[in-house]
């Protein structure tokens, strides 16, 4: 079973924090992803990550950064939390392309409020 | 661009009757499909995906799910609903086109609250 972990399910920090989000996977998965979800927006893609060290910005990555520096790892940076950062964070992985399989396995999730 | 509509923010259903929660899509060419389902507070489960081949593909938990590349739609189906498929559920698309990093990606709609009553 693919397994995918987020380092915490609730966490509550104040505005200008620096936060970080910590996701791992264990299926040895080239492709991870860090979305955002909210009521009535649907899942939005902050970053991926096709490799160790690279990243790719998704459809609204201001406010965040990423950091992977094992493959199996993929952190989310939230440098100066704000009150509009309070939200779902999920966290994916997926196989390369051209395997076949395309499906994206998620984390638990971890809701972030930001006081 | 990709995306993917699902028009409907909650869909209503007794149990026992049948459940349709209805997904179109925008790519060119041929796309690739999936069902996600989501419980509270939890992440996001593969529920099941088309990529190629019949029309109509299963999944897990007696879902289906029907291709229709003339509709641009697919619509998941369960012929039995269970107050346990309560849940929210999304239909995400991935443009087979897509090159280099963004080969990966997924475009997923915005949601179906599925609510199944007694």
């Known amino acids: 079973d693919v397994k995918v972990t987020q380092s915490s399910r609730y966490l509550v920090k104040r505005t200008g924090e620096k936060v970080f989000l910590e996701c791992v996977q264990d299926?040895?998965?080239?492709?991870m992803f860090w979305y955002r979800q909210d009521p009535g927006l649907g899942l939005r893609l902050i970053y991926f990550s096709y490799d160790v060290k690279m990243k790719e910005k998704g459809d609204i990555p201001e406010g965040y950064s990423v950091s992977r520096e094992k493959k199996e790892r993929f952190s989310l940076i939230l440098e100066s939390a704000s009150t509009n950062q309070t939200s779902m964070y999920l966290c994916?992985?997926?196989?390369?392309?051209?395997?076949?399989?395309?499906?994206?396995?998620f984390g638990p999730g971890t809701r972030l409020t930001v006081t | 661009a990709q995306s993917v509509a699902q028009p409907e923010d909650q869909v209503n259903v007794a149990e026992g009757n049948p459940l349709t929660v209805k997904c179109t899509y925008s790519v060119s060419g041929n796309p690739y499909l999936f069902w996600y389902v989501q419980y509270p507070n939890r992440g996001l489960q593969f529920l099941l995906k088309?990529?190629?081949?019949?029309?109509l593909v299963k999944g897990s938990y007696g879902f289906e799910a029907e291709f229709n590349k003339s509709q641009t739609s697919f619509h998941l189906k369960k012929p039995s609903a269970l107050v346990s498929d309560s849940a929210l559920y999304f239909c995400a698309v991935r443009d087979p086109r897509g090159r280099g990093s963004t080969l990966g990606r997924l475009y997923f709609g915005r949601g179906t609250q599925l609510t199944v009553w007694p």
């Open positions: 088309y990529i190629t081949g019949d029309n």
């Open positions: 994916a992985s997926s196989e390369p392309s051209g395997t076949g399989s395309y499906e994206q396995y």
């Open positions: 299926m040895d998965h080239e492709n």
